[in-house]
């Protein structure tokens, strides 16, 4: 069957009288689980006198598939089954006893949305212990399922903790890292390591044109080469070259 | 009352029996409230014909507060209280009753931690509309806690993706930050636009040099300027020069 893993559903039906009654309008839970591979189980009970459920085989899902006339995929009409008893709109209609207080009659009806094929299911009554053991299991497996999705939050939250720390640790990083290697100016980054290595290319340029340049004057004017004016314009030459702007 | 605030209290207890019983061992639940500022609720069940319960006036916590001889403020008992009922050692001890298969006598047992003071709460059983009422109550409210917590389960984890996506987009930020205005080169970054720059000046250094050269060598040795030696050397110079790595 192709509600082998259905989790179990927990939900509170609207419910709706048909007839007069006197009996209190109670809140209902419904419950709905998987006890074999055979059989889908529907319990509907508000606590007091009224606990109504049905067990359904394959053979009456088939049916209620025929009478709603669904067609395509068995799977696909086990989707449409389990929607609309999760819809927000599944109804629990309760028909009055004409010579009790009580409920002769109980139904789901059930719809994914508006305009899309209506489930009815019939429902019997539970009495004493079987109505009891209904209750009972209804209101245990949802305390599991609070257990279980509590922890899931308190994972969740935790995850998101950790997200957050992660985010602004590699925030710092990135930072970190631009601020190492480069430095902002004007928005931009001026890479300190490269800028280094490239002002020193400038500067033994400069020494080597000075040296090769003092060569060659010695080479063609002999003895002039330290004569003040030539000395004073290698000076302003070599006091304007580019000075790194993160030296500055 | 400082329990004014209590968000409600579910649990399973450890059920322990005192004196032989034929009873079946049941799963119970118990559920801890605050119905007004001057009660706190506690209601265990095993929705079955075990329903028992307790209305505790500040008068009666006045009177556990002195049976266990807490020190401290009131504010520091609640605590501890609420703390036990809170307690995974919570047990609900059951008194079989000798002359039926039914229970005779029922209480819970907190204690916060081992060694810590133990908090004894003698229940009263529950019948009929009563006992259905606590059964009506602790499940409603128990659904209720269930889909608030189902709600901001799925807020955390649209959080989580949220944060997820963010951490993508800012790692993504970054990168094309540092490759837009930097080339990482052997884990290093090369900022391209201050590389450009000091490569044009560079460049500009070498002509200068160049047409320096010329005029000097124009000077000094009339004619001997271009000779193909010369040429060499300097084209060679001019080859060797530094290409940024980024332009390989």
Same mark, same amino acid.
């Given at each position: 069957?192709?509600?082998?893993?259905?989790?179990?559903?927990? %939900?509170?039906?609207?419910?709706?009288?048909? @007839? &007069?009654?006197? /009996?209190?309008?109670?809140?209902?839970?419904?419950?709905? $689980?998987?006890?074999?591979?055979? &059989?889908?189980?529907?319990? *509907?009970?508000?606590?007091?006198?009224? =606990?109504?459920? *049905?067990?359904?085989?394959?053979?009456?899902?088939?049916?209620?598939?025929?009478? #709603?006339?669904? %067609?395509?995929?068995?799977?696909?009409?086990?989707? $449409?089954?389990?929607?609309?008893?999760?819809?927000?709109?599944?109804?629990?209609?309760?028909? +009055?006893?004409?010579?009790?207080?009580?409920?002769?009659? +109980?139904?789901? #009806?059930?719809?994914?949305?508006? %305009?899309?094929?209506?489930? =009815?299911?019939?429902?019997?009554?539970?009495?004493?212990?079987?109505?009891?053991?209904?209750?009972?299991?209804?209101?245990?497996?949802?305390?599991?399922? $609070?257990?279980?999705?509590? /922890?899931?939050?308190?994972?969740?939250?935790?995850?998101?903790?950790?997200?957050?720390?992660?985010?602004?640790?590699?925030?710092? =990083?990135?930072?970190?890292? /631009?601020?190492?290697? !480069?430095?902002?100016?004007? %928005? $931009?980054?001026? !890479?300190?390591?490269?800028?280094?290595?490239?002002?020193?290319?400038?500067?033994?340029?400069?020494?080597?044109?000075?040296?090769?340049?003092?060569?060659?004057? @010695?080479?063609? =004017?002999n003895g002039q080469q330290n004569s003040p004016d030539k000395q004073a314009?290698?000076?302003?030459? *070599?006091?304007?070259?580019?000075?790194?702007? &993160?030296?500055?």
């Amino acid at each position: 069957m192709v509600f082998e893993n259905l989790e179990p559903i927990f %939900g509170e039906p609207k419910v709706e009288w048909v @007839g &007069h009654s006197s /009996c209190p309008l109670r809140p209902f839970l419904f419950h709905v $689980y998987v006890p074999d591979s055979f &059989h889908l189980v529907i319990h *509907v009970t508000d606590f007091h006198s009224d =606990t109504w459920g *049905v067990h359904l085989s394959i053979s009456m899902l088939e049916d209620i598939r025929d009478i #709603i006339g669904l %067609g395509g995929s068995w799977s696909e009409f086990a989707d $449409y089954f389990i929607d609309s008893l999760k819809s927000e709109n599944l109804k629990l209609v309760l028909e +009055a006893n004409s010579n009790s207080d009580g409920v002769s009659n +109980a139904k789901l #009806i059930a719809q994914k949305s508006k %305009g899309m094929p209506v489930i =009815t299911i019939p429902l019997i009554k539970l009495l004493d212990s079987t109505a009891n053991e209904a209750m009972s299991n209804l209101s245990l497996r949802l305390f599991k399922e $609070y257990q279980s999705i509590k /922890c899931s939050l308190v994972e969740e939250q935790e995850q998101s903790i950790r997200l957050t720390n992660l985010r602004a640790a590699e925030k710092y =990083t990135w930072i970190f890292f /631009c601020r190492y290697h !480069c430095q902002l100016i004007d %928005g $931009y980054p001026i !890479c300190q390591e490269r800028n280094e290595i490239m002002q020193k290319q400038l500067e033994q340029r400069q020494k080597f044109q000075k040296i090769s340049d003092s060569e060659k004057a @010695g080479v063609s =004017t002999n003895g002039q080469q330290n004569s003040p004016d030539k000395q004073a314009a290698r000076d302003t030459k *070599v006091k304007n070259r580019v000075v790194p702007t &993160h030296r500055r």
